[in-house]
């Protein structure tokens, strides 16, 4: 699986916004990248997928470089509830949804 | 909608017992994963099932055993506990059909500590 390489940790205030980014310098063609967060003492859940273009839903926004070998996840307007562990996962249309987590971003939301 | 329903939710075992962790979704679909998480660190596959009648070993699956009961249902069997299989436990299950990719869903896990 192509691996995926993201900052440990980043910091941000409550009410604005938030850039996590991703490096996926060997994503392949049929590779979507996928987002995950972890709040504390939960299990992972879905925040935004994408392939080539940008992606936007109710909890972010996704932008995708057009090389496809980074991208940043958004947070328009980060929220207390935000502190979570983000990952970033390139998931292959062959692996049978299989899920490869790496260490993922800390983010801690100051108030 | 209950998702993902995993069973226990905390657990101590003594090294050597045997425990079958259940989970279950009720959302029609084919994929289920069982994945740990040790402290401070990402989630890693122990064993999936691809769909119903199937399984298939992860990245850490020695120690550990799978049954795919139905389509609802794919439990992990720890036959002899051992102190490094303290750890919390996660399934998941998603959709998956070809290339499709749809999002995962997991369950509140399942935290095992090994004496």
């Known amino acids: 699986d192509a691996k995926t390489t993201q900052p440990n940790s980043m910091e941000s205030n409550e009410e604005e916004p938030v850039h996590l980014p991703c490096n996926h310098s060997?994503?392949?063609?049929?590779?979507?990248i996928h987002w995950y967060r972890q709040l504390p003492s939960q299990g992972p859940e879905y925040v935004i997928h994408g392939l080539t273009s940008n992606v936007n839903n109710r909890m972010a926004s996704l932008a995708i470089a057009e090389d496809r070998k980074s991208s940043t996840l958004i947070l328009h307007r980060a929220t207390l509830r935000d502190a979570a562990v983000y990952y970033c996962?390139?998931?292959?249309?062959?692996?049978?949804?299989?899920?490869?987590f790496g260490q993922g971003t800390i983010l801690t939301v100051h108030p | 909608n209950a998702g993902v329903t995993q069973t226990p939710k905390f657990q101590v075992l003594k090294t050597g017992q045997s425990m079958t962790l259940q989970c279950a979704q009720d959302?029609?679909?084919?994929?289920m994963y069982w994945y740990r998480q040790d402290p401070g660190m990402g989630l890693r596959l122990i064993y999936y099932s691809a769909s119903e009648g199937t399984t298939d070993k992860g990245e850490v699956p020695n120690g550990y055993n799978v049954s795919r009961l139905n389509k609802r249902e794919f439990s992990l069997r720890l036959e002899s506990a051992a102190p490094s299989q303290t750890s919390v436990y996660f399934c998941?299950?998603?959709?998956?059909?070809?290339?499709?990719?749809?999002?995962?869903?997991f369950g509140q896990g399942t935290r095992l500590t090994v004496v």
């Open positions: 996962i390139l998931r292959s249309g062959t692996s049978y949804g299989k899920l490869t």
């Open positions: 060997t994503i392949s063609g049929t590779d979507y």
């Open positions: 998941a299950s998603s959709e998956t059909r070809g290339s499709v990719n749809t999002e995962a869903f």
């Open positions: 959302m029609n679909h084919n994929s």
